[in-house]
């Protein structure tokens, strides 16, 4: 009887997600969010699964819940209390913003309630500010909130506070994960630099006590690592080295960051990792990977899906640029990819091919390119367009091939609508006009060897549209491989799946860009 009885990967019908509260002896368990509505958003965009606190005085709970109504199509999260001893239905929001609204987090001393907030309704990738507000201690607000960070051209993702009248979060800048503290009555302050030389990497987490920091630091060379040092210090230690045995067999490269000019008179950063052993002096082949999202970044942070490090360990140099529509390069870049998927974005993507092109050491007759998602949409769409000549073959995961179809079978329509401006009967054109189904007579056009991976659990690009692609490239005599995980969804997290997904994509890229230096 209504949308969103599937995600991700699992039909969940009609059922709901509550929070309870249970008497510390294991007694008089209380389900304190009765109704039809899930008390913590089921989207990962909008939760990383601790959306709920108690108030100061533990006398209520507040907690950020999912719309009221249209929650597959509508963004605005609304961040709601609720008395511990609560039986209604109906629970108050503290929160009434057109936008998602979540994580709150009282202050040491109970005098302020902290939350994150967007502003733009349907826009999963806006922008999140840090907003604060005096509390009273049963966790009602007192006044209007306000903006910590609303000049801060970055997004504020995790945060704690530090003392009574500060706080520190977690942001995004330039690939890479950066501190910031902010003061209640001064504003964001200068960066914190955990780690001297300034590479970041990706913070995952954090623990607090005191000045002291406990943080969990990933780079595209080893995966996360606890490490600890005093808040605004540069000599942060590890305290945890658990992969270490494991790495000391695997050589590692240090990824490169190269800048590329693009049109708007700005710049595309975009990551170079060269293969174990690598030799300049001679000729090598390139995978070139496109993130997913599209609102996302190759960032200097460890995989356990699409790592950069085992596709360069085959002996190919591998490119990750971060066209328009990535994340950390400012609200503005990450914007203009909305209503706009083969238009810029495809066309810094030329221009980051074209770099790559000019390194000395690249053959440029053994150039791949690979995706997932929106990476795997840019696949279906070089594939039509001019610069699939430059690619000997192209692998597409779980990716969009026709829009219209996309928008009738996806999940999270939220996300579609936005993208599009509109719904697909308003707005047919907007829905096609950058649909790689529209041409596909152009795959007869330009033959580039194609592998095709989708899979049956996946509801957020269902596999019909890998489906219409195969079909399409099957028809007219184009190379093409169609691999499908029945028991996988939009990722492939089964180990032994696993397994068999790499060898069919390493297997591919053999067969037509071969690895290795000539």
Known sequence: TRLFYRHWDSYVEDKRNHLFVIHLDGTE???????????????????????????????????????????????????????????????????????????????????????????????????????????????????????LTKELDSPV????????????????????????????????????????????????????????LVLARATMNEPSELYVGVVGETRFKPISQHNQESLNRWERTAPESVSVPVEGDVRMQMWILKPPAFDPSKKWPVVYLVHGGPQGAWEDGWSFRWNPQLWAAQG????????????????KFCDEISGDWGGKCYRDLVAGLNHVKGMPYVDTSRIAS??????????????????????????????????????????????????????????????????????????????????????????????????????????????SRFVNFPDEGHWVNKAPNSMHWHNEVFSWLRKYAPPGAK
């Open 29 to 147: 368990c209380r389900d304190i969010t009765p109704g039809d509505r899930d008390a913590f958003p089921t989207s990962t965009t909008f939760s990383g699964g601790d959306e709920f606190t108690f108030s100061p005085d533990g006398s209520h709970v507040i907690f950020t819940a999912v719309p009221s109504e249209g929650e597959s199509w509508k963004t605005n999260h609304d961040i709601c209390r609720v008395s511990i001893d609560n039986k209604s239905k109906n629970w108050p929001a503290l929160t009434n913003g057109p936008a998602a609204e979540g994580l709150m987090k009282f202050s040491p001393d109970g005098k302020y309630a902290a939350f994150r907030m967007q502003r733009k309704p349907g826009y999963e990738a806006d922008k999140w500010e840090l907003m604060v507000c005096p509390c009273n201690t049963d966790g009602s607000l007192v006044g209007t909130p306000r903006s």
């Open 316 to 331: 190919y140099v591998v490119a990750l640029p971060n066209p328009r529509g990535s994340t950390s390069f400012g609200q």
């Open 157 to 212: 993702n995790d945060f704690s506070w530090l003392s009574d009248k500060e706080l520190i979060f977690t942001s995004d800048e330039n690939a890479s994960s950066v501190y910031y503290r902010v003061a209640l009555d001064r504003g964001v302050g200068k960066q914190l630099a955990p780690f001297e030389g300034g590479r970041m990497g990706q913070l995952t987490g954090h623990s607090l006590r005191g000045e002291k």
């Open 370 to 479: 690979a995706g997932a998602s929106f990476g795997g949409y840019m696949q279906n769409w070089f594939a039509v367009n001019d610069i699939a000549r430059e690619f000997r073959c192209l692998i597409t995961h779980c990716s969009v091939y026709n829009f219209e179809s996309m928008w009738g079978t996806t999940d999270e329509l939220w996300f579609d609508e936005y993208e599009h401006g509109g719904l697909p009967w308003d707005l047919p054109e907007k829905y096609r006009e950058f649909s790689p189904q529209r041409l596909a007579g152009n795959l007869a056009k330009y033959k580039t060897p194609m592998l095709v991976i989708h899979n049956d659990l996946d509801f957020r690009c269902p596999i019909g549209q890998g489906h219409e692609l195969f079909q399409a490239l099957q028809r007219q005599g184009v190379e």
